[in-house]
Nanobody, 125 residues
Framework: VQLQASGGGLVQAGDSLTLSCAAS????????VGWFRQAPGKEREFVAAIMLPGSSTYYTDSVKGRFTISRDRAKNTLYLQMNSLKPEDTAIYYC???????????????????WGQGTLVTVSS
């Protein structure tokens, strides 16, 4: 599976941005798709994910209520709608797919096998 992330850019605090991640093919029925981010000098951290089947969504606490993850199955595309952006949201955002995963591991980056190249989001104060 190849993933192509896009949509990053430079925005001001309080602005909104939507990231997209196009997948080259479908994966099996039970999998997770998610977003991680890595800020300069920091480790990669979990942002949000969708667990299938059922489309359960998961978010890290710092983005709850501001970010929304969604998926267009027909287009094989994952989205991350980011509202009320803060300077601390500045990071490279990566999309990822885990063909086989359990719920307790949904926030663990090593659980994901396929990764996009990342898209940079910069939020100015």
């Amino acid at each position: 599976v190849q993933l192509q992330a896009s949509g990053g850019g430079l925005v001001q605090a309080g602005d909104s941005l939507t990231l997209s991640c196009a997948a080259s093919e479908r994966t099996n029925n039970r999998f997770a798709v998610g977003w991680f981010r890595q800020a300069p000098g920091k480790e990669r951290e979990f942002v949000a994910a969708i667990m299938l089947p059922g489309s359960s969504t998961y978010y890290t606490d710092s983005v709850k209520g501001r970010f929304t993850i969604s998926r267009d199955r027909a287009k094989n595309t994952l989205y991350l709608q980011m509202n009320s952006l803060k300077p601390e949201d500045t990071a490279i955002y990566y999309c990822a797919v885990a063909p086989r995963i359990i719920t307790s591991s949904i926030g663990v980056s090593s659980s994901y096998e396929y990764w996009g190249q990342g898209t940079l989001v910069t939020v100015s104060s």
